[in-house]
């Protein structure tokens, strides 16, 4: 499994940006794709996580209502979209893949529970 994160930069505060994950090497349809965020110093934390083929969805709260987790079958990527951007969401945006839990109604938030990473995007949001 090959998860590919793009589409990072630098921003201004209230600005968008969308993250891409481009994941190859196998299917995915019993998979779900997470993005996780790690600030220097801190530890990484999960942003929001969505199954592969759609429907259950998953947000952490200080990005809910201002970030969009979507998937695109066809194009094998799954994508984040950022609105309304604060310095606080500075940070390296990694994507993650995991089979747990398919079978049940429930997305992990938990780094240790996602077994395929990608190298990670830096999104910078200046005030």
């Known amino acids: 499994v090959q998860l590919q994160a793009s589409g990072g930069g630098t921003v201004q505060a209230g600005g968008s940006q969308r993250l891409s994950c481009a994941a190859s090497?196998?299917?995915?349809?019993?998979?779900?794709i997470a993005w996780f965020r790690q600030a220097p110093g801190k530890e990484r934390e999960f942003v929001a996580t969505?199954?592969?083929?759609?429907?259950?969805?998953y947000y952490a709260d200080p990005v809910k209502d201002r970030f969009t987790i979507s998937s695109d079958t066809a194009k094998n990527t799954v994508y984040l979209q950022m609105n309304s951007l604060k310095p606080e969401d500075t940070a390296v945006y990694y994507c993650?893949?995991?089979?747990?839990?398919?079978?049940?109604?429930?997305?992990?938030?938990?780094?240790?529970?996602?077994?395929?990473w990608g190298q990670g995007t830096q999104v910078t949001v200046s005030s």
């Open positions: 993650a893949a995991t089979q747990a839990y398919y079978s049940f109604s429930y997305l992990s938030p938990y780094p240790y529970e996602y077994d395929y």
């Open positions: 090497g196998r299917t995915f349809n019993r998979y779900a």
């Open positions: 969505t199954r592969w083929t759609g429907g259950l969805k």
